[in-house]
T-cell receptor, first 119, second 110 residues
Framework: GAVVSQHPSRVICKSGTSVKIECRSL??????MFWYRQFPKQSLMLMAT?????????EQGVEKDKFLINHASLTLSTLTVTSAHPEDSSFYICSARDIQGLVGAGELFFGEGSRLTVL | GQQLNQSPQSMFIQEGEDVSMNCTSS?????WLWYKQDPGEGPVLLIALYKAGELTSNGRLTAQFGITRKDSFLNISASIPSDVGIYFC??????????FGDGTTLTVKP
């Protein structure tokens, strides 16, 4: 079964609104989670590293004020796309790993993904 | 930054044929991972490789971690229609950050 769960799987919003996507690790605690974005027919691009209890680390070119990340607990990270525009429409995927090695052996497990469409 | 070159970009094969795809990197990775992604879903882990030279099998799938730690290949034997999808390689650092290849789109003709 899934070890990382995302919600919602699909969301449609109007331009200018904000959208929150949740990523939960199931059966293990994740001090670090990763957020990726994937455009159609392209690979996954790392956006940011979400750190429990501290600020997220953003990859070059990713606006931290645009993509707000909150890692409030050891099993939950949220990505909020603020003032969304049509060009933010994409497939957002989170991942996490169990550093304690109880689930897997340190490899990343991915959520189901969240399809965002901004009208 | 780190880059992964994955090839081939796409493959069209007959059911029952074997498939091979590979990834090369300009940098060393400590872990190599192979994922399969179906449309509209997140990637699903197929095989994880942790040691240089390691050869690992998972059913009809076999993958190897290159000796130089800069490459990996994935083989699928006796392909079936449900093997259709996009296969991604990923190199992972000890910190957990993964860099993905561009993917190999596999089409299997019955």
């Amino acid at each position: 079964g899934a070890v990382v769960s995302q919600h919602p799987s699909r969301v449609i919003c109007k331009s200018g609104t904000s959208v929150k996507i949740e990523c939960r690790s199931l059966d293990f605690q994740a001090t670090t989670m990763f957020w990726y974005r994937q455009f159609p027919k392209q690979s996954l691009m790392l956006m940011a590293t979400s750190n429990e209890g501290s600020k997220a680390t953003y990859e070059q070119g990713v606006e931290k004020d645009k993509f707000l990340i909150n890692h409030a607990s050891l099993t939950l990270s949220t990505l909020t796309v603020t003032s969304a525009h049509p060009e933010d429409s994409s497939f957002y995927i989170c991942s996490a790993r169990d550093i304690q090695g109880l689930v897997g052996a340190g490899e990343l497990f991915f959520g189901e993904g969240s399809r965002l469409t901004v009208l | 930054g780190q880059q992964l070159n994955q090839s081939p970009q796409s493959m069209f094969i007959q059911e029952g044929e074997d498939v091979s795809m590979n990834c090369t990197s300009s940098s060393i990775f400590n872990t190599w991972l192979w994922y399969k992604q179906d449309p509209g879903e997140g990637p699903v882990l197929l095989i994880a490789l942790y040691k240089a030279g390691e050869l690992t099998s998972n059913g009809r799938l076999t993958a190897q971690f290159g000796i130089t730690r800069k490459d990996s290949f994935l083989n699928i034997s006796a392909s079936i229609p449900s093997d259709v999808g996009i296969y991604f390689c990923a190199g992972q650092t000890n910190a957990g950050k993964s860099t993905f290849g561009d993917g190999t789109t596999l089409t299997v003709k019955p």
